[in-house]
């Protein structure tokens, strides 16, 4: 089985489809989220969405290869015994990861009680999903302050995650989040979202 990202890689026509298709939620992405999340209700396995695909959701609107999801250890042995083998494979190595086999998308989860960055014990840690999902068309996805708090603490701890510190900047941006917003998080990431939030304020009187 091809993996999604050789597919993308394979074959250039395909990938620029893709991209464009990413936009009009209907790739094989998109489909993959659907698919798994519906997998996760029928179960009954408490999820949120995380990552690229929960920005998009919320309105920051970028190309993103993987879905990534946010559930307990209990649901993660659940999720393994029901959904391996049934449309969904375990690549080597992990015991946190599926690859849809209709697509080739990688799925990613991410457990409740871990650290985001660099793993290492921090003020913020990922979340019971339960406690913080918003419902968007049915799917639960990350809330914004959430979405935040681990996009910053992830930035500020491992300097390989830099990316998620400019994710924050553009939500801040695109959604136009107010100062105020700085209090609705964890202290631990409060003084970065304030100065991320006003690099924001002066790139858009520059532009």
């Known amino acids: 089985m091809l993996t999604y990202e050789q597919k993308l890689d394979a074959n250039l026509s395909y990938a620029l489809d893709e991209g464009s298709m990413h936009f009009q939620e209907g790739n094989e992405v998109h489909e993959t989220l659907r698919r798994i999340t519906r997998r996760l209700h029928d179960l009954g396995i408490p999820y949120a969405v995380v990552g690229g695909m929960a920005m998009f959701a919320h309105g920051f609107r970028r190309f993103t290869e993987v879905v990534a999801l946010l559930v307990t250890r209990e649901s993660m042995d659940q999720i393994a015994e029901k959904l391996e083998g049934l449309g969904y494979v375990r690549p080597a190595g992990t015991t946190t990861k599926l690859r849809d086999t209709q697509s080739g998308v990688r799925i990613e989860f991410l457990i409740t009680g871990g650290f985001p960055g660099d793993g290492k014990p921090k003020p913020v840690a990922f979340p019971e999903p339960s406690a913080v999902a918003v419902q968007i068309e049915g799917v639960s996805y990350l809330g914004i302050p959430t ?5 910053l603490a992830s930035g500020m701890s491992a300097a390989h995650r830099m990316k998620d510190l400019a994710d924050a900047q553009e939500l801040i941006k695109t959604l136009k989040l107010p100062e105020s ?15 991320l939030w006003r690099g924001a304020q002066v790139v858009d009187e520059i532009g």
């Open 181 to 195: 917003m700085a209090e609705e998080l964890n202290p631990f990431v409060r003084e970065k979202y304030l100065e």
């Open 147 to 151: 979405l935040l708090e681990l996009k």
